[in-house]
């Protein structure tokens, strides 16, 4: 296998456009690319007629503009190049106009009320900032999708836009330094945890094939605390699929880097070399699909659920977040010298300042029923959003805001921001905190609270926003100060001082934690409806207005569909398993309590005892009856419920989920005691420990 040859092979990178498009039009549209400007029509019909040339010669045959709609998955329409000419002959063609503009009918994706009140239909916009690629035969144009009164109506672009907002503010604070550069990026590598379970296990769970995750489910008499999946040597088959996984993911140019076992059984992990925030996300989303699509060629199903299983550890997306210039220096990256070390210490302040501030808007960016399962449970970072950055740069921290020396391993001095030099972080000793949700790990933030399933569009928008109005409250201080060294160190001091209530290095599953975090005054909202009714608190529609990422209609939309997809959620669980114990479970319990009953009678028959037979025939009929009772309420609680949108969302967490939890533990009680051969679905011992 030529790997280089291979990678990218399916991607319209800048490799094929510098190959393909006349000078003139590649640098048109590489100014497009890094200066956001906007791109004529000459050109697009010049790169789309490229494109098309370049698509069919890898034996694509349709096109569709690619798009990240509110649903969480992306949509795509396909059109085949196919054209009828002047003089009634089939042409493969594709005009500037079809490649930078898009109408899908977009009336059946969510618009909380957007679209409802303006305007039915969308369009889909190219982003020039991220490449076509190819998969299927089909051309995939990544776009941005919005109404036609250019209400936004997907997660590209806030993205994009905030991805602007940290570039002004983050240029005007590098030229407090001295250095002028054009542009900013935040760079992602977003890490992704997924499970394999063997396909026909998969196919038998009516729970994992409609909600994703079990139901039901007693656990298996081994977990993971044995720790023996964790690195562990990985299966052949499960080696073939990520083989395949990552070739498939080197055609598109995802930079598929680490592939290894997680810590619960049949997890894993995939991680890809960092990108920017829009390309990595777009990367992110094509990974995910990868991945099921691969794992169905192997005899598996690919979970990508944050819960599949109760009482196992649940999947995550560790969000790895920094910040670099065009030029290639990461912001984050502490520096040699002094004025290094000055300008690494505002960029770090700015990150902790912003993850205080809107910490609500952090956890909200990873509120759903999925992630509600690991986020409190011990196992993922708890509900409260804290930071941790290691001893070392702790203590730096604390002598800055107390203005008392540091003591390092090797000498103790004074640290005066922008003339002192820093002592050198061990970077190693840094990262092992691994219940902290915002961990600094060296010259990067890994945000460890997404779940697995998410669009890390939402958490990256929040991240870059928050960040950009610290900057820009920076900025407008120093930017005018006579004496830029004191003012620095004044504003550093401050601002950490401030906000040291966010630091926190300590074990962050304890119990302690959360009464430390309440005194501390930290937001701790354990489930999603809880976080999002503070997602339109003013200070949040304020920020996002300043930085022009979202107005307050588009604000409240997101908020209407967020409840809506948590409720629907919801009930589809609750639906399922109504069904499933309904159609399933009970049946197959009282299958097994009637065989109990009928070899008792006959054994008493011939005057042999049957103790053991009518014992257990009791201990099941009886949990058959406490399992109907659990299941008449949990199908009553569906029916009825209040109408509004937030008030059904706390009733699903306030009264849906308490019964769904009730009946569950029923159908698990009566799990553990039948007989195996009359189960009707595959039980975790099976599932988790395939062969
Ligand atoms: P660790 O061992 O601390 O988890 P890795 O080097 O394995 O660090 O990186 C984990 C993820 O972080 C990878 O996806 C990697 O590409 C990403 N990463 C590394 N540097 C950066 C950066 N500057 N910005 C964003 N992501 C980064
Ligand atoms: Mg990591």
Redesign the pocket.
Same mark, same amino acid.
């Given at each position: 296998m030529n790997v280089p040859e291979m990678f990218g092979s399916m991607v319209f990178n800048d490799h094929v456009m510098r190959e393909m498009l006349p000078k003139k039009v590649y640098q048109s549209l590489q100014n497009t690319m890094i200066e956001g400007k906007a791109l004529d029509e000459d050109v697009a019909d010049i790169v789309a007629a490229a494109m098309k040339e370049w698509a069919v010669g890898k034996g694509a045959t349709h096109f569709t503009h690619w798009f990240q709609p509110m649903t969480g998955i992306t949509a795509e329409k396909h059109d085949s190049f196919l054209t009828v000419d002047k003089n009634g002959c089939v042409i493969m063609d594709f005009s500037g106009k079809e490649l930078t503009k898009g109408e899908p009918d977009a009336s059946s994706f969510p618009s909380g009320g957007l679209r409802a009140t303006f305007e039915a239909r969308g369009y889909t916009a190219w982003d020039p900032t991220s490449y076509a690629f190819i998969k299927d035969d089909t051309l995939c144009i990544p776009t941005a999708f919005c109404s036609y009164t250019g209400q936004i109506l997907d997660k590209k672009t806030p993205l994009l836009r905030s991805m602007d907002a940290i570039s002004c503010q983050a240029v005007r604070a590098l030229a407090l330094f001295g250095k002028h550069v054009k542009r900013v990026n935040a760079? @992602?590598? =977003? !890490?992704q945890e997924y499970f394999l379970i063997d396909k026909e296990d998969y196919a038998r769970r009516l729970d994992l094939r409609l909600a994703g995750r079990t139901l039901i489910g007693a656990p298996a008499a081994k977990g993971q605390e044995m720790e023996d999946h964790y690195f562990g040597s990985i299966r052949p088959r499960v080696k073939a699929f990520m083989a395949d996984l990552d070739e498939e993911l080197w055609k598109l140019g995802i930079t598929a %880097?680490?592939e290894h076992n997680e810590v619960a059984p049949c997890q894993h992990e995939m =991680?890809? @070399?960092?990108d920017n925030a829009n390309k990595a996300t777009d990367a992110n989303q094509l990974t995910m699909e990868m991945m099921k699509k691969v794992a169905e060629r192997h005899g598996f199903a690919c979970l990508l659920h944050e819960k599949p299983f109760e009482g196992i550890n649940g999947s995550g997306k560790h969000n790895?977040? =920094?910040l670099?210039t065009d030029e290639g220096e &990461?912001l984050l990256d502490p520096g040699r010298t002094p004025k290094d070390n000055a300008q690494f210490l505002l960029f770090l302040t700015a990150v902790i300042k912003a993850v205080d501030e809107y910490q609500d808007l952090l956890r909200i960016s990873v509120a759903s029923a999925g992630n509600d399962h690991r986020l409190g449970a011990n196992e993922a970072p708890p509900a409260i959003v804290s930071m941790f950055v290691g001893d070392e740069l702790g203590s730096v921290i604390e002598s800055i805001i107390e203005d008392k020396p540091f003591r390092g391993r090797t000498s103790s001095s004074h640290l005066d921001i922008g003339t002192g030099v820093l002592p050198k972080l061990a970077r190693d000793n840094s990262?092992r905190n691994r219940t902290s949700p915002f961990a600094f790990?060296? &010259? %990067?933030f !890994?945000f460890r609270m997404p779940g697995s399933s998410f669009n890390i569009a939402c958490t990256n928008v929040m991240l870059n926003t928050a960040v950009a109005d610290a900057l820009k409250d920076f900025c407008d201080e120093l930017e005018g100060a006579d004496d830029f060294n004191a003012s620095l160190n004044a504003l550093v001091r401050r601002e950490l001082g401030e906000h040291r209530r966010i630091l926190f290095n300590g074990n962050g599953y304890s119990r302690e934690w959360e009464d430390e975090a309440m005194r501390r005054g930290l937001s701790n909202y354990k489930r999603t409806p809880d976080a999002l009714v503070h997602y339109c608190d003013g200070k949040n529609v304020a920020l996002f207005r300043r930085h022009k990422v979202y107005t307050e209609e588009e604000m409240e939309s997101r908020l209407e569909i967020s409840l809506d997809e948590y409720r629907k959620a919801i009930h589809i669980e609750a639906g399922t398993m109504v069904e499933m114990l309904r159609r399933q479970i009970i049946p197959a319990a009282l299958r097994f309590s009637s065989s109990l009953a009928s070899s008792a009678q006959a054994k008493e028959a011939i005057g042999v005892a049957a103790e053991a037979d009518k014992a257990l025939c009791a201990r099941v009929s009886s949990l058959c009856d406490e399992l109907l009772l659990r299941v008449d309420e949990l199908d009553r609680c569906m029916a009825s419920g209040p109408s509004g949108t937030m008030e059904a969302a706390f009733y699903a967490a306030d009264s849906i989920i308490p019964a769904m939890e009730a009946a569950r533990k029923a159908s698990d009680s009566l799990e553990m005691i039948a007989d195996r051969s009359f189960w009707p679905i595959p039980t975790y011992s099976e599932i988790l420990f395939y062969v």
């Open positions: 760079t @992602i590598g =977003a !890490e %880097k680490t =991680a890809p @070399i960092f790895n977040w =920094a670099s &990461n990262d790990t060296g &010259n %990067k !890994e």
